[in-house]
């Protein structure tokens, strides 16, 4: 038992993939949030940050406004100056809003793209991205000690604004005014594009309209209201299985492309003009193919274990280094900063671009693939043609496995002792451990087995030549974990 204010056996708070979640009110409770919130602010005191204050934003899952609202009362008690989002927004908005404000860095309550019932914890760091390795467990130290026995204090909001420590911030303007030194807008304003967009009941809804709306191109988003049941979809994660409404109205409506957005809009999804969806895969070596060939860029391409190899026969063809790292963009974010890279992304749908911040953006990213129609004047299915041009066929998927906990070692034990010289008749060339199992298969293409870094779940993924070998490699994945 510990003393104190905790009045029960204490369980560690361990940051994922990305920040802290956990099921609402299970253990995603205002105590923790608190115990979080004074973590932080320790953090950037021991750092000499806290003088340039902190951001803090929310998105619209239930009581998002209510927990950050005890973060800001917590950190604005230890005397740090925060910066309070007025309204629910996107992570990599308020991002955005650390770097231009010079601020310490940024929490956001989002638990992303999790089912409905849980909730999040993000540190974001002063240049915008996602916290390295080092500062998570910096971090988590802090949190620890909090938990073991301090009581955090807490300031009335309005004391707050009164005395200084605590001002409210729009955190759109300023975002929205960046997106237009990156991208033509009013030349897709022009264009007479018929655009779907799919915000999945999140914190993106609206940003597409205020971006590009009022000219010759039109939008019709859907799922724009805030439900945080996240009605229709086992969660908010814009990937085929829940963009069967987008795909609908594509098809019904004859709109020219899809987009969607996760629940913090940190991730996209895309339909093409048929109504089929494109993965995350073929997405991020659209918008690579994009910078390097259409607008005439060169760099470092930086990618997850988990992101297509379509990415590696793309650095040959244009010459440039490509740097792969366990998945999360607390390891994609800091190589992108030191590599000055022109992209980085993960198979999650979470993609990164020079100029903008070091983190997924799927509002940007979305921008980027109109920006890519326009400019070539093809569709999106004649885009993925062109690519495959270029590298060959990939297909991709994944399969989410849940298993009872207890398993969990097994699972472990029988995965790291398999070592096989042919996976689905395809020849093994070696195997990657850094995070998982990954397989790297003849021909250029990939299978891996990993646990979930946020959710309970094992994760299966394979990229081959064709759908049928993808479906054949996953299941000998499956049999070979004994899920």
């Given at each position: 038992?510990?003393?104190?204010?905790?009045?029960?056996?204490v369980?560690p708070?361990?940051?994922?993939?990305?920040?802290?979640?956990?099921?609402?009110?299970?253990?995603?409770?205002?105590?923790?949030?608190?115990?979080c919130?004074?973590?932080v602010?320790?953090?950037?005191?021991?750092?000499?940050?806290?003088?340039?204050?902190?951001?803090?934003?929310?998105?619209?899952?239930f009581?998002?406004?209510?927990?950050?609202?005890?973060v800001?009362?917590?950190?604005?008690?230890?005397?740090?100056?925060?910066?309070?989002?007025?309204?629910?927004?996107?992570?990599?908005?308020v991002?955005f809003?650390?770097?231009?404000?010079?601020?310490?860095g940024?929490?956001?309550?989002?638990?992303?793209?999790?089912?409905w019932?849980?909730?999040?914890?993000?540190?974001?760091?002063?240049?915008?991205?996602?916290?390295a390795?080092?500062?998570?467990?910096?971090?988590?130290?802090?949190?620890?000690?909090?938990?073991?026995?301090?009581?955090?204090?807490l300031v009335?909001?309005?004391?707050a604004?009164?005395?200084?420590?605590?001002?409210d911030?729009?955190p759109?303007?300023?975002?929205?005014?960046?997106?237009?030194?990156?991208v033509?807008?009013?030349?897709?304003r022009?264009a007479?594009?018929?655009?779907?967009?799919?915000?999945?009941?999140?914190?993106?809804?609206?940003?597409?309209?205020?971006?590009?709306?009022?000219g010759a191109?039109?939008?019709?988003?859907?799922?724009?209201e805030?439900?945080?049941?996240f009605?229709?979809?086992?969660?908010?994660?814009?990937i085929?299985?829940?963009?069967?409404?987008?795909a609908?109205?594509v098809?019904?409506?004859?709109?020219?492309?899809?987009?969607a957005?996760?629940?913090?809009a940190?991730?996209?999804?895309?339909?093409?003009e048929?109504?089929?969806?494109?993965?995350?895969?073929?997405?991020?070596?659209?918008?690579?193919?994009?910078?390097?060939?259409?607008?005439?860029?060169?760099?470092?391409?930086?990618?997850?274990?988990?992101?297509?190899?379509m990415?590696e026969?793309?650095?040959?063809l244009?010459?440039?280094?490509v740097h792969?790292?366990?998945v999360?963009?607390?390891?994609?974010?800091?190589?992108?900063?030191?590599?000055n890279?022109?992209?980085?992304?993960?198979?999650?749908?979470?993609?990164?671009?020079r100029?903008?911040?070091?983190?997924?953006?799927?509002?940007?990213?979305?921008?980027l693939?109109l920006d890519?129609?326009?400019?070539?004047?093809?569709?999106?299915?004649?885009l993925?043609?062109?690519?495959?041009?270029?590298?060959?066929?990939?297909?991709?998927?994944?399969?989410d496995?849940?298993?009872p906990?207890?398993?969990?070692?097994a699972?472990?034990?029988?995965?790291s002792?398999?070592?096989?010289?042919r996976?689905?008749?395809?020849?093994?060339?070696?195997?990657?451990?850094?995070?998982g199992?990954?397989f790297?298969l003849?021909g250029?293409?990939?299978?891996?087995?990993?646990?979930s870094?946020?959710?309970?779940?094992?994760r299966?993924?394979?990229?081959?030549e064709?759908p049928?070998q993808?479906?054949?490699?996953?299941?000998?994945?499956?049999?070979?974990?004994?899920?």
């Amino acid at each position: 038992m510990v003393e104190g204010v905790f009045h029960h056996p204490v369980k560690p708070i361990k940051f994922g993939t990305d920040g802290w979640r956990a099921i609402i009110a299970r253990d995603f409770t205002f105590e923790n949030v608190r115990a979080c919130a004074l973590g932080v602010a320790r953090y950037l005191e021991r750092r000499g940050m806290a003088s340039r204050g902190l951001v803090v934003g929310y998105d619209t899952r239930f009581a998002s406004e209510e927990f950050a609202a005890e973060v800001a009362s917590v950190v604005a008690a230890s005397g740090t100056r925060v910066l309070l989002c007025s309204r629910a927004a996107p992570t990599p908005v308020v991002s955005f809003n650390v770097v231009h404000r010079r601020a310490a860095g940024a929490v956001v309550i989002t638990a992303s793209h999790n089912p409905w019932a849980w909730n999040g914890f993000k540190y974001k760091s002063p240049e915008g991205g996602s916290a390295a390795p080092e500062v998570v467990a910096e971090l988590e130290g802090e949190i620890a000690r909090v938990l073991a026995g301090a009581t955090p204090q807490l300031v009335p909001l309005p004391e707050a604004r009164s005395r200084g420590l605590l001002d409210d911030l729009d955190p759109a303007p300023p975002y929205l005014a960046h997106a237009a030194t990156l991208v033509d807008l009013g030349q897709l304003r022009a264009a007479g594009l018929k655009v779907g967009v799919d915000a999945m009941h999140g914190a993106g809804a609206g940003y597409f309209p205020a971006l590009l709306g009022g000219g010759a191109t039109t939008f019709q988003e859907i799922r724009g209201e805030r439900n945080p049941l996240f009605p229709g979809m086992a969660q908010p994660e814009p990937i085929a299985a829940n963009l069967g409404p987008l795909a609908d109205a594509v098809r019904r409506d004859g709109l020219d492309v899809g987009v969607a957005l996760d629940g913090d809009a940190d991730r996209l999804g895309l339909v093409d003009e048929r109504g089929q969806f494109i993965t995350t895969l073929q997405t991020f070596a659209l918008l690579c193919l994009y910078w390097l060939e259409v607008r005439g860029q060169r760099g470092p391409l930086v990618k997850s274990l988990t992101q297509t190899g379509m990415i590696e026969r793309l650095g040959q063809l244009y010459d440039v280094p490509v740097h792969m790292t366990p998945v999360g963009f607390k390891y994609l974010g800091p190589v992108m900063v030191r590599e000055n890279a022109l992209a980085a992304g993960e198979e999650s749908g979470g993609y990164a671009f020079r100029g903008n911040i070091p983190e997924r953006d799927g509002i940007f990213g979305g921008l980027l693939f109109l920006d890519m129609m326009v400019r070539t004047g093809k569709r999106p299915s004649e885009l993925l043609e062109w690519l495959y041009s270029k590298v060959g066929p990939h297909h991709f998927d994944r399969w989410d496995l849940e298993f009872p906990p207890q398993q969990r070692e097994a699972i472990q034990r029988r995965t790291s002792k398999a070592r096989p010289d042919r996976l689905a008749g395809k020849r093994v060339e070696s195997i990657d451990t850094q995070d998982g199992y990954r397989f790297n298969l003849e021909g250029g293409y990939w299978a891996l087995v990993r646990f979930s870094g946020t959710e309970p779940l094992l994760r299966l993924y394979a990229e081959a030549e064709s759908p049928e070998q993808v479906r054949e490699l996953l299941g000998a994945l499956r049999e070979m974990a004994g899920v």
